[in-house]
């Protein structure tokens, strides 16, 4: 199956990035060895109530970490772990340190919060990945209560109806579902009202330019009243900048995120940042 990947892995990432194929190769090698030897870490992102300045949840980010060359970059290797199917073990061992770290935390004495965990399209092309998931939960004795998984439109729109079912399935159990980077794919609002998510993430590119792009504002506006209208809550990602997170509040956008009130956090930091929150 990856030899037969392979052809396409080198043609696609010449073709779209320029890289020569043989530095291609040496990544993919370095990839596998990244997983056997332990080179992924979890950074975890703090979400945060508009309403209240209260702790909603974290977002945990996949970090790399070459002991030759240091940190690289997720939009770096998540394409090439995608495209050589390295993803699958990936985000198994992502949703496993997940459960982790929340029954660390546990027993350090914090209540129980809610972790969100980036889904590429090819994790739900696995065979039995609901399956995969909750026997991951089962044996982590994590309550799917504590997971949200975040997708983007393109994920959903390649195959709108067996994800359907699948994210049914996932939430009758009790995961939260989420849209990340919403507007910046093409999602036909006729499946967003059928799709049993909880939540919209407004992409951070049109947060970024809110204060000189007047679209960008009209754009968030829109967002968020199609989803207060469609039940859903609304988290702003990338708000950097107190007039950013004013214009948010205003509009009565629920959550947001970024470097404003936290960078992404190592494991270790994220028990300072519990007591910070007063979690
Ligand atoms: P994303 O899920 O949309 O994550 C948000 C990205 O914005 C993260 O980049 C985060 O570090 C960054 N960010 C947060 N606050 C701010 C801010 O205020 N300003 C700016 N400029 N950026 C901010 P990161 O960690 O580099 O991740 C990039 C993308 O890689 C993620 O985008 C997600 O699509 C993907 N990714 C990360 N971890 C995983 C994973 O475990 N599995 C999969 N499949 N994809 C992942
Ligand atoms: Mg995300
Ligand atoms: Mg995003
Ligand atoms: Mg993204």
């Known amino acids: 199956y990856l030899a037969k990947e392979r052809g396409n892995t080198y043609q696609f990432y010449t073709s779209e990035i320029g890289e020569s194929s043989s530095k291609l190769v040496e990544l993919e090698v370095r990839l596998r060895k990244a997983l056997d030897q332990n080179e992924f870490q979890l950074y975890y992102q703090p979400k945060v109530s508009l309403e209240s300045g209260t702790l909603e949840g974290l977002e945990a980010l996949l970090r790399w970490k070459q002991p030759e060359n240091g940190w690289v970059s997720p939009s770096e290797f998540i394409p090439l772990a995608e495209k050589t199917g390295l993803i699958r073990p990936i985000g198994e061992w992502v949703l496993r340190t997940v459960c982790r770290h929340c029954k660390l935390w546990k027993q350090q004495g914090f209540p129980p919060i809610r972790v969100s965990i980036n889904l ?45 079912s699948m994210l049914k399935e996932l939430k009758s159990v009790g995961i939260h579902l989420s849209i990340d980077d919403f507007g910046t794919g093409y999602s036909s609002l006729s499946y967003l009202k059928r799709l049993p998510i909880d939540i919209l993430k407004i992409d951070k590119s049109f947060v970024q330019d809110l204060s000189e792009n007047a679209e960008d504002a009209m754009i968030i506006k829109a967002i968020i009243s199609l989803a207060h209208s469609l039940d859903l809550k609304v988290v702003a990602e990338g708000v950097e900048q107190k007039d950013q997170l004013r214009f948010l509040e205003s509009e009565g956008c629920d959550m947001a995120q970024g470097y404003l009130f936290s960078r992404p956090l190592a494991a270790e930091q994220i028990p300072a940042m519990f007591a910070e929150f007063g979690w």
Do not use: A, G
Request: aromatic share 6%; glycine share 0%; hydrophobic share 35%.
């Open 120 to 164: 590429s399209m090819s994790q739900f092309q696995q065979e039995n990945w609901v399956q995969t998931i909750y026997r991951i939960l089962q044996e982590e004795e994590v309550s799917p209560k504590s997971i949200e998984l975040e997708l983007t439109e393109s994920t959903i729109m390649h195959d709108p109806e067996s994800i359907i």
